[in-house]
């Protein structure tokens, strides 16, 4: 029974020790970024209503969500998505702030995941929302913000992969499709199923240079030179306009001098229903998921008594760590630690030299030596666990000896 305590449930882990340091050091840096970006830290509730987070609104379906019921039998669930429970609060809250609104979070999100897909089910999410602003500024701004944030974090190989949904969806409209037919199309597409888009367009009246554009979208990425290839074929005015978008967000990248980090994909087309612009992924080394997950949402918030436009992102923290693990990438965690030995009768003076050290900004950490060890002992056992450097306290001579060696 007591062995059976000491697990946690299937999804969840512990982090510990100096992971969890370096996981805690990694997301203070991204913060900064965040902070020197102008954006102001918010909190929102682990578990919400179910209705916050449905299909319209939510990322994961109904089966993914952990739900339970209050005392009056309302269903809560814990948070599967920041965005839709930001949303939730911007409309509540921010009736008379002047837009846009530059929001950041640090929170932990939970899916219920099935077991055969090896994912954790409590991930820490670290992202923004840019609320109230619709140009294409931006959208540039939390690419940027992206992309400094992963290179503040340590990380140098990546790539920001942008999209637009509304490429897709002009194409669709103009070919007449149906909504059930679409999604079975936008899932070939991701996919990347040559074969299976071939044979679902095949099916469909249309013009022939569209039935070309639908077979092109799942090789159309890359540069926004390859992009543009395919514009002339394009007689749609919403899918055209998808294209400028992007064009201004390169220009803008451009700008920020980062423009060599992103590539385009118009075959990236998201489950998430929420989305009405450019949508974008960050990948990197070490994980075969995405790290970074985002895109504009102009019509979420009006279904909480705000219509203003939006664009954000969140970066999965748990991935990133990985990737740099396996990246090898050190993390600077600023945790040096010197340990003050000392021993019972000199228990006074080694409470002062600790709080001299932290007086001066540095830590110190009181570390009792009982037993028969002698003192060089006790100094090599303080240098095993960690710490920098090492202190001993001696109350009666008023001194204090100095085992000081670096970690």
């Known amino acids: 029974m007591a062995a059976s305590l000491l697990h946690t449930p299937e999804g969840v882990r512990d982090i510990y020790g100096k992971e969890c340091v370096r996981?805690?050091?990694?997301?203070e840096r991204i913060s900064s970024v965040f902070r020197l970006y102008g954006y102001e830290d918010i909190e929102t509730p682990t578990f919400e209503y179910f209705d916050i987070f449905n299909k319209e609104r939510g990322s994961v379906t109904s089966q993914e969500m952990f739900k339970f019921f209050d005392r009056d039998n309302n269903t809560l669930v814990l948070r599967p998505d920041m965005t839709p429970a930001i949303a939730r609060c911007v409309g509540k809250y921010f009736s008379d702030r002047a837009w846009p609104v530059r929001l950041c979070y640090r929170e932990r999100t939970f899916t219920n995941n099935t077991s055969y897909q090896g994912r954790l089910k409590e991930v820490t999410q670290t992202g923004v929302e840019l609320i109230g602003d619709d140009k294409s500024g931006a959208d540039g701004e939390v690419i940027a913000l992206v992309i400094d944030s992963?290179?503040?974090a340590g990380l140098r190989e990546f790539q920001v992969e942008v999209g637009q949904v509304e490429f897709f969806r002009g194409l669709t409209e103009e070919a007449g499709m149906d909504k059930e037919t679409c999604e079975l199309l936008r899932e070939r597409i991701e996919n990347k199923n040559y074969f299976g888009v071939e044979e679902l367009v095949s099916k469909q009246a249309m013009a022939p240079t569209l039935r070309e554009l639908f077979l092109r979208l799942p090789e159309l990425f890359g540069s926004l030179d390859e992009i543009r290839t395919i514009k002339s074929l394009v007689t749609n005015r919403r899918s055209l306009a998808a294209i400028e978008r992007l064009e201004e967000v390169q220009e803008i990248l451009e700008a920020y001098g980062l423009s060599e980090y992103v590539s385009y994909d118009l075959g990236m087309l998201s489950k998430y229903r929420y989305y009405t612009g450019i949508i974008f992924k960050a990948y990197t080394y070490g994980t075969g998921e995405y790290i970074v997950n985002g895109g504009r949402y102009d019509k979420l918030l009006e279904q909480f008594g705000k219509d203003v436009p939006a664009v954000g992102f969140a970066i999965v923290i748990d991935r990133l760590m990985m990737a740099m693990d396996r990246q090898k990438i050190p993390v600077d965690t600023g945790t040096q630690v010197t340990a003050v030995l000392y021993k019972p009768e000199d228990k006074k003076e080694?409470?002062?030299?600790?709080c001299r050290l932290r007086s001066q900004g540095k830590k110190a950490a009181l570390m009792?030596?009982?037993?028969?060890?002698?003192?060089?002992?006790?100094?090599?056992?303080?240098?095993?666990?960690?710490?920098?450097?090492?202190?001993?306290?001696?109350?009666?001579?008023?001194e204090t000896g100095s085992g000081a060696a670096m970690y």
């Open 368 to 398: 009792a030596m009982d037993g028969e060890a002698d003192r060089e002992k006790w100094q090599q056992l303080a240098l095993k666990r960690g710490f920098c450097s090492v202190v001993t306290a001696h109350s009666k001579s008023g």
């Open 350 to 354: 080694a409470i002062k030299i600790a």
């Open 150 to 152: 992963l290179k503040k």
């Open 23 to 27: 996981k805690l050091a990694v997301q």
